[in-house]
């Protein structure tokens, strides 16, 4: 499958210090790919370039061919670039349903609001269907669970018919049963989406990512499947900084 996603040469320089150094990374259409990186790796800021909040010092980014260096936040979006923040953006007032709606038309030009409702609608259904929140459409998200509020944000981003996702730490904060069913939920959406995630949640990498891209210092370390990430005695190292035998999932 031709690539989604084609970073190449990416950095990015902050007052002379390089968050991210040359990083390339592919990604191809449909994947469901894993990064992870110590603290300050760069990992967020890589997600910043992608998605048009950072612009890069040097590099490519290339979208379905298409470089998206230069262009603003909500082109990509329409482009079909969606992304989760660490903190939440729903509003706690509305309910989930109206939350999904209100998603569902930012991606689209003012005048096509009264014009699309119908395809809006669908867009909300099929979101309240995939995440599973169909029973609790009608109650404010203020009262919906932490792992509940982060199925509605992917559902948010879902009406938005994004062909790229990219998620920061999905189930940080989540109960087991609420990671289980996140891991299902990503695994279902990668079915049709190319998604990739930043997580540190080894026991979750473990279960649900196949291919995964390991960041240090603002460069990629390797990128493989999860045993050999695992087995990379660099990432036990770096990633970590823990005796081998505690890392990286041989533990437990
Ligand atoms: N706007 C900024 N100005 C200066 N330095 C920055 C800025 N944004 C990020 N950095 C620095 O760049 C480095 C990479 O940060 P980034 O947030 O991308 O790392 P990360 O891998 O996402 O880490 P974490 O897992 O802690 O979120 C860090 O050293 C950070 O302090």
């Known amino acids: ?17 390089r968050a991210v150094d040359g990083v390339d990374l592919t990604v191809r259409e449909g ?12 990992k967020t800021t890589l997600i910043d370039v992608i998605t048009g909040l950072t612009r890069p010092t040097t590099g490519e980014v290339l979208f379905d061919g298409r470089d998206l260096v230069g262009l603003r936040e909500h082109r990509i979006v329409r482009l079909g670039v969606g992304r ?24 689209r030009p003012l005048w096509s609001l009264a014009r699309r409702r119908r395809g809006t609608s669908d867009a909300v259904a099929e979101a ?18 932490h792992g509940q509020r982060q199925w509605l944000e992917i559902g948010m981003l879902l009406t938005q018919r994004p062909k790229l ?7 940080a904060g989540m109960s087991k049963d609420e990671r289980e069913r996140t891991g299902e939920l990503l695994t279902s959406v990668a079915r049709d989406h190319t998604v990739i ?10 279960r649900y990512a196949s291919q995964v891209t390991v960041l ?31 890392a990286v999932g041989t533990g437990t």
Do not use: C, W
Not at 84 to 107: G, I, M, P
């Open 1 to 17: 499958m031709s690539p989604m996603l084609e970073v190449r040469g990416l950095s990015v320089v902050f007052d002379g210090f």
């Open 31 to 42: 994947e469901l790919r894993f990064l992870i990186g110590p603290n300050g790796a760069g």
């Open 84 to 107: 989760t923040f660490q903190t939440s953006v729903v509003f706690e007032e509305l309910t989930v349903e109206e939350n999904l709606d209100l998603a569902a038309s930012f991606r």
């Open 128 to 145: 309240l269907e995939t995440t599973g929140l169909k029973d609790l459409a009608g109650r404010p998200a203020g009262v919906l669970s």
């Open 165 to 171: 996702l990219l998620l920061d730490e999905p189930v």
């Open 197 to 206: 995630v930043i997580e540190h949640d080894m026991e979750f990498l473990r």
């Open 216 to 246: 240090h210092e603002g460069r990629v370390l390797i990128e493989g499947s999860v045993d050999q990430v695992r087995d990379d005695p660099r990432v036990q190292e770096v990633y970590l900084g823990r005796r081998r035998s505690d």
